[in-house]
């Protein structure tokens, strides 16, 4: 057994969903249980609901109220893992152009989240990006702070 197999995933869940863990830098992370799509890489955002089950996010699931974290890994349906709620966060799932000290929101790319919202999107209170994205979709280093499906932009 790796310290991967026991921080991260695979196999049977020795730890339960919902444990909270503290990392040595200061971040926070919540056991999980990967759902449909599993994560497609590091950094893919995900929605976390109140069984703390997670799938990527994306707009046809960002429900108002549900945790939202970070993946630090690969991972298929039916993985257990943690995710990242709170600290500083190397590797945000991101559009191209998504812009620094922005409010986020969830895409129609599953896992990516961007700046570029329309009347009525919902967006996610507590995740900022500290650095702008470059020309193509990708990660960017942020900060998480509990973050969670929150506010409506309203456009005038």
């Known amino acids: ?4 197999d026991v921080l991260f995933q695979y196999g049977t869940n020795p730890v339960p969903v919902g444990t909270m863990a503290w990392g ?26 109140e069984t703390f089950t997670a799938v990527m996010l ?19 349906a039916g993985d257990y893992g943690w995710a990242q709620l709170y600290g500083t966060c190397d590797d945000i799932r991101c559009e191209q152009d998504a812009l620094a000290n922005a409010k986020l929101a969830a895409t129609t790319d599953a896992g990516q989240i961007d700046d570029a919202g329309a009347a009525g999107t919902l967006y996610i209170n ?15 280093p942020g900060r998480l702070n509990w973050p969670m ?6 456009i005038a």
């Open 58 to 76: 994306a707009q046809a699931n960002d429900t108002y109220g549900d945790i939202v974290g970070v993946s630090p890994v690969v991972a298929t």
């Open 1 to 4: 057994v790796t310290v991967d």
């Open 24 to 49: 040595t830098d200061g971040s926070a992370w919540v056991r999980i249980l990967y759902g449909t799509g599993g994560s497609t890489g590091l950094g893919y955002v995900l929605n976390i609901d």
């Open 126 to 140: 507590g995740l900022t990006l500290t650095a702008a994205r470059g020309a193509t979709d990708g990660n960017a």
């Open 149 to 154: 499906i929150d506010i409506v932009q309203v």
